[in-house]
C-alpha cells in the first residue's frame, strides 16, 4: 500500500493532539514550491538538512573534547543524534509533531564553529565590530543562505515552522533572537520539545565522557543528589571506578528518569493551561515544556558540578586556550591578507563583505581541518 501526502496529512490530523503543529497547516516556504507526493513539508525539510555540506561536518566538530583526544567522545554529530532521538521519544509521547521536532534537532547546531564554545567565544570576540556572531544566528544563515543547491534560490528554503525552530532555539547556553519570527510568542510545543533534548543529551553525555575520560570519579559525584538517585536505583555500591557496562547503565538510567520526569511534567503544565491549539500554545506566559522544580533542582545541581569539575578542568581549558589562539591567529592572517584565502572564498567578500566571508569560512572549518590549516598558514615546515 502507497501513502500519499494527503493520506500522511490524514494519519497526523488523527494522531497528533490539539496543540500540536500538522504538515498541512504550514505558513509554507520564502520561495513557493511543489511538495512531494509522498512526504510532508516537515519529511522534506528533514532530509534537506542531512543532505547538507554543514551537516556531515558536524562528524568532526567537537563538544568537550577536541577530535584527537580520541574516537569514543561525542561529537557535533553524535550529539545532534542523540538530540533527535530525545526529541522524537517525547514528542511521541506529548502528541506533538515528530518530524518537526526531528528537523529542528538536526538542525539545531549547524551554526557551531571548530572547538565548541571556544570556537565560538573567539569568533564572536573577532566579529564584534562586524556583526558579532552567534551559533543560533549562523545556523540560520546556513539554511537561508550560505548553502546552495538549488537553482531558484539561495539556502534550502525552509518552511516557516523549521525556521522558527531555530530562531527560538534556548537553552542554558543559548538565547533566541526571534525578531523576525513573531517575537512575542513563545516557540511552538514542538521547538520546546526540541530545547529541552538538547539540554538532556548534553548533560548527560557530558556526565559520560567525563566519566570515561577519567577526568570525573564516582567519588567526586557523591552527594550529588541526582547521582545518588540514579546509583541507588540501579544497586551500585561506592566504587572508585566504573566499568563500560555500569556506566552505561547509569547514563541509560539518567535519561529515563529526566524523560519520564519531563514528559509527566509537560502533562500537568498542557492539563493546567487547558491549550487547544498551537496558537494558544505559544502565547501562554510559560513554556510548557519543562522539568519539574524537583528535576530542575537535581539538573541545576548536576550542571553546577559538571562546570566546575569537567569544563574547568585542566586538560579542557589547555585546549580551549589552543583552540582560541588558533582561531584568533587565522582570522587576523586572513583579515591582513585576504589572498592568503582560497580564491572561492575571495570572491565571496564584495557581497559579504571581508570579515564576514573570513567569519562564514573559519565557522565553517572541522577541528581538523582548522588545525591543519594552522599548521600550513604558520609550520615553515608544512606545504602550504
Same mark, same amino acid.
Given at each position: 500500500?502507497?501513502?500519499?501526502?494527503?493520506?500522511?496529512?490524514?494519519?497526523?490530523?488523527?494522531?497528533?493532539?490539539?496543540?500540536?503543529?500538522?504538515?498541512?497547516? +504550514?505558513? =509554507?516556504?520564502?520561495?513557493?514550491?511543489?511538495?512531494?507526493?509522498?512526504?510532508?513539508?516537515?519529511?522534506?525539510?528533514?532530509?534537506?538538512?542531512?543532505?547538507?555540506?554543514?551537516?556531515?561536518?558536524?562528524?568532526?566538530?567537537?563538544?568537550?573534547?577536541?577530535?584527537?583526544?580520541?574516537d569514543y567522545y561525542r561529537t557535533r554529530l553524535t550529539h545532534t543524534l542523540e538530540v533527535a532521538q530525545l526529541?522524537?521519544?517525547?514528542?511521541?509521547?506529548?502528541?506533538?509533531?515528530?518530524?518537526?521536532?526531528?528537523?529542528?534537532?538536526?538542525?539545531?547546531?549547524?551554526?557551531?564553529?571548530?572547538?565548541?564554545?571556544?570556537?565560538?567565544?573567539?569568533?564572536?570576540?573577532?566579529?564584534?565590530?562586524?556583526?558579532?556572531?552567534?551559533?543560533?544566528?549562523?545556523?540560520?544563515?546556513?539554511?537561508?543562505?550560505?548553502?546552495?543547491?538549488?537553482?531558484?534560490?539561495?539556502?534550502?528554503?525552509?518552511?516557516?515552522?523549521?525556521?522558527?525552530?531555530?530562531?527560538?532555539?534556548?537553552?542554558?547556553?543559548?538565547?533566541?533572537?526571534?525578531?523576525?519570527?513573531?517575537?512575542?510568542?513563545?516557540?511552538?510545543?514542538?521547538?520546546?520539545?526540541?530545547?529541552?533534548?538538547?539540554?538532556?543529551?548534553?548533560?548527560?553525555?557530558?556526565?559520560?565522557?567525563?566519566?570515561?575520560?577519567?577526568?570525573?570519579?564516582?567519588?567526586?559525584?557523591?552527594?550529588?543528589?541526582?547521582?545518588?538517585?540514579?546509583?541507588? +536505583?540501579?544497586?551500585?555500591?561506592?566504587?572508585?571506578?566504573?566499568?563500560?557496562?555500569?556506566?552505561?547503565?547509569?547514563?541509560?538510567?539518567?535519561? =529515563?528518569?529526566?524523560?519520564?520526569?519531563?514528559?509527566? +511534567?509537560?502533562?500537568?503544565?498542557?492539563?493546567?493551561?487547558?491549550?487547544?491549539?498551537?496558537?494558544?500554545?505559544?502565547?501562554?506566559?510559560?513554556?510548557?515544556?519543562?522539568?519539574?522544580?524537583?528535576?530542575?533542582?537535581?539538573?541545576?545541581?548536576?550542571?553546577?558540578?559538571?562546570?566546575?569539575?569537567?569544563?574547568?578542568?585542566?586538560?579542557?581549558?589547555?585546549?580551549?586556550?589552543?583552540?582560541?589562539?588558533?582561531?584568533?591567529?587565522?582570522?587576523?592572517?586572513?583579515?591582513?591578507?585576504?589572498?592568503?584565502?582560497?580564491?572561492?572564498?575571495? +570572491?565571496?567578500?564584495?557581497?559579504?563583505?571581508?570579515?564576514?566571508?573570513?567569519?562564514?569560512?573559519?565557522?565553517?572549518?572541522?577541528?581538523?581541518?582548522?588545525?591543519?590549516?594552522?599548521?600550513?598558514?604558520?609550520?615553515?615546515?608544512?606545504?602550504?
Amino acid at each position: 500500500m502507497i501513502y500519499t501526502r494527503q493520506q500522511l496529512e490524514e494519519l497526523e490530523n488523527q494522531n497528533l493532539a490539539p496543540y500540536a503543529i500538522r504538515s498541512k497547516d +504550514s505558513k =509554507g516556504r520564502k520561495f513557493p514550491e511543489e511538495e512531494p507526493d509522498y512526504r510532508t513539508t516537515f519529511q522534506r525539510d528533514r532530509e534537506r538538512i542531512l543532505h547538507t555540506t554543514a551537516f556531515r561536518r558536524l562528524e568532526y566538530k567537537t563538544q568537550v573534547f577536541i577530535i584527537h583526544e580520541g574516537d569514543y567522545y561525542r561529537t557535533r554529530l553524535t550529539h545532534t543524534l542523540e538530540v533527535a532521538q530525545l526529541g522524537r521519544s517525547v514528542a511521541r509521547s506529548l502528541g506533538a509533531n515528530e518530524d518537526l521536532v526531528e528537523t529542528i534537532c538536526l538542525a539545531h547546531d549547524l551554526g557551531h564553529p571548530p572547538f565548541g564554545h571556544s570556537g565560538e567565544k573567539m569568533l564572536s570576540q573577532l566579529m564584534k565590530d562586524h556583526g558579532g556572531f552567534d551559533h543560533n544566528k549562523q545556523a540560520l544563515r546556513i539554511v537561508t543562505f550560505l548553502e546552495n543547491r538549488y537553482p531558484d534560490f539561495s539556502g534550502l528554503n525552509l518552511t516557516w515552522e523549521v525556521l522558527e525552530g531555530m530562531v527560538k532555539h534556548e537553552t542554558e547556553y543559548d538565547i533566541s533572537d526571534a525578531q523576525d519570527f513573531n517575537p512575542d510568542l513563545r516557540g511552538h510545543i514542538e521547538a520546546q520539545i526540541a530545547n529541552v533534548a538538547d539540554e538532556m543529551a548534553y548533560t548527560s553525555h557530558d556526565l559520560d565522557d567525563g566519566l570515561r575520560s577519567g577526568m570525573i570519579t564516582p567519588s567526586q559525584l557523591e552527594g550529588i543528589t541526582i547521582w545518588e538517585v540514579v546509583t541507588e +536505583s540501579i544497586g551500585l555500591r561506592r566504587t572508585a571506578t566504573l566499568d563500560d557496562l555500569t556506566r552505561h547503565q547509569i547514563i541509560r538510567c539518567l535519561i =529515563g528518569l529526566e524523560v519520564t520526569d519531563l514528559i509527566k +511534567s509537560v502533562d500537568h503544565y498542557l492539563r493546567k493551561s487547558s491549550v487547544k491549539t498551537p496558537e494558544e500554545l505559544q502565547k501562554l506566559s510559560y513554556n510548557v515544556v519543562g522539568f519539574s522544580e524537583d528535576m530542575h533542582h537535581r539538573n541545576r545541581e548536576l550542571k553546577d558540578f559538571l562546570y566546575t569539575n569537567l569544563y574547568r578542568q585542566h586538560r579542557v581549558v589547555r585546549m580551549a586556550n589552543k583552540a582560541e589562539k588558533i582561531i584568533s591567529d587565522l582570522f587576523t592572517a586572513y583579515q591582513e591578507k585576504q589572498d592568503m584565502l582560497p580564491e572561492h572564498i575571495q +570572491s565571496q567578500i564584495d557581497k559579504r563583505g571581508l570579515e564576514r566571508t573570513i567569519c562564514d569560512y573559519i565557522a565553517g572549518m572541522t577541528d581538523r581541518f582548522a588545525i591543519d590549516e594552522y599548521k600550513r598558514l604558520f609550520d615553515p615546515s608544512i606545504l602550504p
